[in-house]
């Protein structure tokens, strides 16, 4: 079974961001469930705002 989780971080202000990604990784078990010592790690997360479909990005 797949599991995905979703937040939502209403700035990106580094401290709301980081406690965003932590309760995610904390609902999906920790990041030691797929991470392991020495492993190198880039985690992309999707930033996005609220802007006229012109300037939207996909």
Same mark, same amino acid.
């Given at each position: 079974?797949?599991?995905?989780?979703?937040t939502?971080a209403?700035?990106?202000d580094? /401290?709301?961001? $980081?406690?965003?990604?932590?309760? #995610?990784?904390d609902?999906?078990?920790?990041?030691? /469930?797929?991470? $392991?010592?020495?492993d190198?790690v #880039?985690?992309?997360?999707?930033?996005?705002d609220?802007?006229?479909?012109?300037?939207?990005?996909?």
């Amino acid at each position: 079974m797949v599991k995905v989780v979703v937040t939502k971080a209403d700035t990106y202000d580094e /401290q709301v961001v $980081k406690l965003a990604m932590q309760e #995610l990784l904390d609902e999906l078990g920790g990041i030691s /469930q797929f991470i $392991k010592p020495n492993d190198k790690v #880039l985690i992309k997360s999707n930033m996005l705002d609220a802007v006229k479909k012109e300037l939207s990005v996909t």
